[in-house]
Nanobody, 124 residues
Framework: QVQLVESGGGLVQAGGSLRLSCAAS????????VGWFRQAPGKEREFVSA????????ATADSVKGRFTISRDNVNRMVYLQMNSLKPEDTAIYYC?????????????????WGQGTQVTVSS
């Protein structure tokens, strides 16, 4: 069982940066792959970025590639999403999710554990 709590969201101007954090509870955190997803009003949840349990492999959506970076700290059971050069279209609720496995997963249906989400709003 893993519990996830996101933080770090907020209001930022276009071009600005935010760092989202995902704090995880539970044992053997390094055996869980973690992903970030987002959902904008009226849209379906979409994949943003994911990282393997060891942190050695990542995947990032084309829409944010070059601007967002995922990382993790298994000692402190944390996963981060550094977001730079933010655009108004990045406005959404951002969710952290985890599943027990070593691969990098981009499909939301593969993830078992979800956080409550954190709101990111980018003004133009």
């Amino acid at each position: 069982q893993v519990q996830l709590v996101e933080s770090g969201g907020g209001l930022v101007q276009a071009g600005g940066s935010l760092r989202l954090s995902c704090a995880a509870s539970g044992r053997t955190f390094s055996s869980y792959g973690v992903g970030w997803f987002r959902q904008a009003p009226g849209k379906e949840r979409e994949f943003v970025s994911a990282i393997s349990g060891s942190g050695g492999r990542t995947a990032t959506a084309d829409s944010v590639k070059g601007r967002f970076t995922i990382s993790r700290d298994n000692v402190n059971r944390m996963v981060y999403l550094q977001m730079n050069s933010l655009k108004p279209e990045d406005t959404a609720i951002y969710y952290c999710a985890a599943y027990q496995g070593v691969l990098v997963m981009t499909a939301a249906s593969r993830y078992v554990y979800w956080g409550q989400g954190t709101q990111v709003t980018v003004s133009s």
